[in-house]
T-cell receptor, first 112, second 108 residues
Framework: DAMVIQNPRYQVTQFGKPVTLSCSQT?????MYWYQQKSSQAPKLLFH???????NEADTPDNFQSRRPNTSFCFLDIRSPGLGDAAMYLC???????????FGPGTRLLVL | GIQVEQSPPDLILQEGANSTLRCNFS?????LQWFHQNPWGQLINLFY?????KQNGRLSATTVATERYSLLYISSSQTTDSGVYFC??????????WGAGTKLIIKP
């Protein structure tokens, strides 16, 4: 089945230690998104790629970076995680902008 | 910016009951999507419904764009329907504006 895959499902890191989360998709969608979701809140968009074109949200901290080396893969790098970055990180894809978004299972990040 | 309000914020029902969830939005939108997030965090797209009515099994949704609201109907609820239901709208760019969600608990 075509799907969105996120690894790892759970990630524990130390305060200030860089961490990378990964997302892959077999849907061959043009657009890939990274969301941050904290407890009892709606997902918050961090950035998205339209093909290779990177689009950063204005309020996304510089501490968060992303890479999309090819159509299938997208990475979220957190350069110096703080306690406030502990959250669920969701990757999503869509065939084009303004179309149905398909989400991966998420990576739950814990910062010690 | 556009505001998205969902009601009720919480809903507790017995298995087998029917429910209606509402999403109001403050301005015209290009699209509206309903999502279900299960207790393990997985978000599933239920409907892409900028206007009109769609049905998928026990779930159906209606969006009345001119009156700026959408309704999600769940019939014959099952315990697996538990979770948070989000409405999200898109107006003039790629970004979805999310409501705060309705937390649904279905008791056996």
């Amino acid at each position: 089945d075509a799907m969105v895959i996120q690894n790892p499902r759970y990630q524990v890191t130390q305060f200030g230690k860089p961490v990378t989360l990964s997302c892959s998709q077999t849907l061959n969608h043009n657009v890939m998104y990274w969301y941050q979701q904290k407890s009892s809140q709606a997902p918050k968009l961090l950035f998205h790629y339209y093909d290779k074109d990177f689009n950063n949200e204005a309020d996304t901290p510089d501490n968060f970076q992303s890479r999309r080396p090819n159509t299938s893969f997208c990475f979220l790098d957190i350069r110096s995680p703080g306690l406030g970055d502990a959250a669920m990180y969701l990757c999503a894809t869509s065939r084009d902008r303004v179309e149905t978004q398909y989400f991966g299972p998420g990576t739950r990040l814990l910062v010690l | 910016g556009i505001q998205v309000e969902q009601s009720p914020p919480d809903l507790i029902l017995q298995e087998g009951a029917n429910s209606t969830l509402r999403c109001n939005f403050s301005d015209s939108v290009n699209n509206l999507q309903w999502f279900h997030q299960n207790p393990w965090g997985q978000l599933i797209n239920l409907f892409y419904i900028p206007s009109g009515t769609k049905q998928n099994g026990r779930l159906s949704a209606t969006t009345v764009a001119t009156e700026r609201y959408s309704l999600l109907y769940i019939s014959s609820s099952q315990t697996t329907d538990s979770g948070v239901y989000f409405c999200a709208v898109e107006r003039s760019n790629y970004q979805l504006i999310w409501g705060a969600g309705t937390k649904l608990i279905i008791k056996p």
